[in-house]
T-cell receptor
């Protein structure tokens, strides 16, 4: 089955700097890669996703890139703000309906003001 | 539109007791999931369902049971609670199993003493 590795497990950045979180996956059939943000004591919520027919996607200060050949995808947050502090999870699945989302172990991002 | 609703939000159980965590969604999603999140850790899939009457084991099913008699409801049953089941439990649903956003409930914080 699918295995998703996520790095780093913790990340501290100064406010205004960029943050990058990287994930690798094992199943070449995976073609859907969402990112979830979980604030302290809250539920995970989708912030951005990318499909295998796209190499990059942006939404304001966040962007995701995908390298299918290398089986890795990354989350980029620019101009970080204190409210970006949270745990971020990457995930992977295929859209055949055969397998549920498989999550990485998460990255705790701290933005220092 | 309530989305995914879980009850209770908090519960303390004694070792050996049993309980049912309730989950209901009003989005007419076929796919529903139960995850557990241990402190500082990622999301591990316990059970999932692709539709009423159909359930399947995830990564960590031991000690749990589920049923799916309706599209809306997906209760999780803990039999003979053990301290290792102390965790935060999240129910989620999605329109499709892969390729679409998973919506999470607010979580149930369970402590077994």
């Amino acid at each position: 089955g699918e295995n998703v590795e996520q790095h780093p497990s913790t990340l501290s950045v100064q406010e205004g700097d960029s943050a990058v979180i990287k994930c690798t996956y094992s199943d070449s059939a995976s073609n859907y890669f969402p990112w979830y943000k979980q604030e302290l004591g809250k539920r995970p919520q989708l912030i951005i996703d990318i499909r295998s027919n796209v190499g990059e996607k942006k939404d304001q200060r966040i962007a995701v890139t995908l390298n299918k050949t290398a089986k890795h995808f990354s989350l980029h947050i620019t101009e970080t703000q204190p409210e970006d502090s949270a745990v971020y999870f990457c995930a992977a699945s295929d859209n055949s309906g055969n397998t549920p989302l498989v999550f990485g172990k998460g990255t705790r991002l701290s933005v220092i003001a | 539109n309530a989305g995914v609703t879980q009850t209770p939000k908090f519960r303390i159980l004694k070792i050996g007791q049993s309980m049912t965590l309730q989950c209901t969604q009003d989005m007419n999603h076929n796919y529903m999931y139960w995850y557990r999140q241990d402190p500082g850790m990622g999301l591990k899939l316990i059970y999932y369902s692709v539709g009423a009457g159909i359930t399947d084991k995830g990564e960590v099913p031991n000690g749990y049971n589920v049923s799916r008699s309706t599209t809306e409801d997906f209760p999780l049953r803990l039999e003979l609670a053990a301290p290792s089941q102390t965790s935060v439990y999240f129910c989620a649903s999605s329109y499709n199993q892969g390729g679409t956003e998973a919506f999470f409930g607010q979580g149930t914080r369970l402590t077994v003493v």
